[in-house]
């Protein structure tokens, strides 16, 4: 599977929010990643219905929407209502996390699980078969601009192992201080979805830096 680029939003110009979900739409970018936090969860607050109604009216890729909030099940049909195509929940914040992701593909999204760094591949042994996607958080939630986690390559390894042996089909994503070279290691240890915010939008050239990241690790497979 050629890996997948996922721009996110939280990173944007608020100010000229159209103009980069445009601009997103015009680049090589896969999907368009929606952070959604609480102030709970994650020490911060990004955005909510409003914001997502207005991007999803000029977005015309997937809208991957990251849920980091308390309790997402009160909020599932809101977030498929406002446009997303896939919802990704943590597992930190789901007590009944089967019957969350079941309420999600319902809806007809593709359903999601986040890990934080500290939290274990192993404990989506037994849910592996329901998912659509992982997000390997590679940084703290809540912030952009953090430094990336080293100990990221060994989850990726590690859920790569697991989905050889359950879901083949499954993307594997990572979030959070991912640039061309950590991404190229990543694809080699088994990733094929990355979520960039502040290396597209703090660039000179946000599609540029976009194309980029869609192409880092090619040479190296090839």
């Known amino acids: 599977m050629n890996h997948l680029v996922a721009p996110s939003i939280l990173a944007a110009d608020f100010a000229n929010l159209q103009r980069d979900v445009e601009m997103i739409n015009n680049s090589e970018a896969d999907w368009i990643h929606v952070d959604i936090?609480?102030?709970?969860?994650?020490?911060?607050?990004?955005?909510?219905?409003?914001?997502?109604n207005a991007v999803n009216k000029h977005a015309t890729k997937p809208l991957d929407v990251h849920l980091m909030i308390v309790d997402p099940d009160r909020y599932l049909k809101n977030f498929k209502d406002a446009g997303a195509s896939s919802i990704t929940v943590h597992y930190e914040a789901c007590p009944h996390l089967h019957r969350t992701i079941q309420h999600i593909k319902e809806l007809g999204c593709?359903?999601?699980?986040?890990?934080?760094?500290?939290?274990?591949?192993?404990?989506?042994?037994?849910?592996?078969?329901?998912?659509?996607?992982?997000?390997?958080?590679?940084?703290?939630?809540?912030?952009?601009?953090?430094?990336?986690?080293?100990?990221?390559y060994k989850k990726v390894f590690d859920i790569r192992e697991l989905?050889?042996?359950?879901?083949?089909?499954?993307?594997?994503?990572?979030?959070?201080?991912?640039?061309?070279?950590?991404?190229?290691?990543?694809?080699?240890e088994g990733a094929n979805v990355f979520v960039a915010g502040s290396s597209v939008f703090s660039s000179a050239d946000p599609s540029l830096a976009?194309?980029?990241l869609k192409h880092a690790g090619i040479t190296s497979r090839s």
């Open 163 to 188: 989905s050889f042996k359950h879901n083949t089909d499954l993307h594997i994503q990572v979030d959070g201080g991912i640039d061309p070279e950590n991404a190229a290691k990543l694809v080699i």
């Open 110 to 152: 593709k359903a999601g699980v986040a890990l934080n760094p500290h939290t274990p591949v192993a404990l989506l042994k037994d849910i592996i078969l329901d998912l659509d996607l992982v997000l390997i958080m590679s940084v703290n939630p809540g912030f952009g601009g953090q430094k990336f986690i080293e100990n990221t």
């Open 37 to 52: 936090m609480d102030g709970m969860f994650v020490p911060n607050i990004s955005f909510g219905f409003p914001v997502m």
């Open 210 to 212: 976009i194309s980029e």
